[in-house]
């Protein structure tokens, strides 16, 4: 694992979503890697930490999904906006060499049999709450938080730093075909 990356205490992980970022979401089944872009992912619950995302029903990263009862959520920055639109745009049905050619590097984490995709801000292990309606019928997904992880030059004590950090670690933020905004300026209002 790289140096940089240091694990989030669970009751602070929901931080790592709720400024609403664009993400990546990987799975693994019977041996098969798959990544894809999701602009739909929201911080759902405290303790457990929870979160939602939207998976098309027609993608393999949702299929895997399903199968696995696992998945990770992944923060992507700036300096993956290429690779983040590329893997929201390619299928592992039709592209069975997707992730090499989007440029997709995986590590792992001790303890989790999930693909991690390298170069992200932050890390969400989930384990999948079924919840078969939601899931046929709005393709939501809720997953439970049983590990998170930050890259420490952008995320500490609990909170982003993005102002203080490196502008290609900023999160992307989706708008439509091919347009993102990376994460402004911090402002902070008295109390």
Not at 23 to 31: E, K
Not at 141 to 159: L, N, Q
């Amino acid at each position: 694992m790289d140096e940089h990356i240091a694990p989030v205490p669970m009751e602070k992980a929901y931080r790592l979503l709720n400024h609403g970022p664009t993400v990546l979401v990987s799975a693994r089944h019977g041996g098969v890697d798959d990544v894809m872009a999701a602009a739909w992912a929201c911080a759902l619950d405290y303790s457990p930490p929870k979160l939602t995302v939207v998976l098309d029903r027609s993608t393999k990263t949702r299929q895997l999904v399903e199968k696995a009862g696992t998945f990770v959520i992944q923060v992507p920055t700036v300096a993956q906006a290429r690779l983040t639109y590329q893997v929201g745009h390619r299928s592992l049905f039709t592209d069975v060499d997707k992730l090499k050619h989007c440029g997709v590097s995986l590590f792992e984490v001790d303890g989790h049999d999930l693909p991690f995709v390298s170069g992200c801000s932050a890390w969400l292990a989930c384990k999948l709450v079924p919840e078969p309606h939601n899931q046929e019928t709005y393709d939501l997904f809720i997953g439970e938080c049983v590990g998170a992880w930050a890259d420490t030059r952008v995320f500490e004590d609990g909170h982003w730093n993005f102002e203080r950090a490196n502008p290609d670690l900023r999160s992307l933020h989706y708008i439509a075909g091919g347009q993102f905004y990376a994460i402004g300026e911090s402002l902070n209002v008295d109390e």
